[in-house]
C-alpha cells in the first residue's frame, strides 16, 4: 500500500521542480563523460573508458523468438 503513495509523492516532487538547478545534488554524468571524451580526442589519447554497445535489434529479434518459444509458437523466421 506504501509504494502506490510513495511514487505519487516522488512524482509531484519531481513535477514540482522548474529547473535541474533547483536539485543541488543533481551531477549530469553525461556531460562529464562528453567532455572528458571530447578532451581525449582533442589530445589524441583513448578515452578512459570504453562502453559495451548492445546490438539493440538483435536483443529486441532474441525477445521476440524467446517469447514464440515460451508461448510454443513457432519462431516465424
Known amino acids: 500500500m506504501l509504494r ?3 511514487d505519487a509523492v516522488a512524482l509531484n ?3 514540482s521542480v522548474d529547473s535541474p538547478a ?3 545534488d543533481l551531477t549530469d554524468h553525461y556531460v562529464d563523460a562528453l567532455a572528458a571524451l571530447v578532451d581525449a ?3 589524441a589519447r ?3 573508458r570504453r562502453v559495451q554497445l548492445v546490438d539493440l ?3 529486441l529479434q532474441q525477445s ?3 517469447a514464440r518459444a515460451a508461448r510454443g509458437q513457432p519462431d516465424g523466421s
Open 4 to 6: 502506490p503513495l510513495h
Open 13 to 15: 516532487v519531481v513535477r
Open 22 to 24: 533547483e536539485i543541488p
Open 41 to 43: 580526442k582533442l589530445h
Open 46 to 48: 583513448e578515452p578512459a
Open 57 to 59: 535489434m538483435g536483443a
Open 64 to 66: 521476440v523468438r524467446d
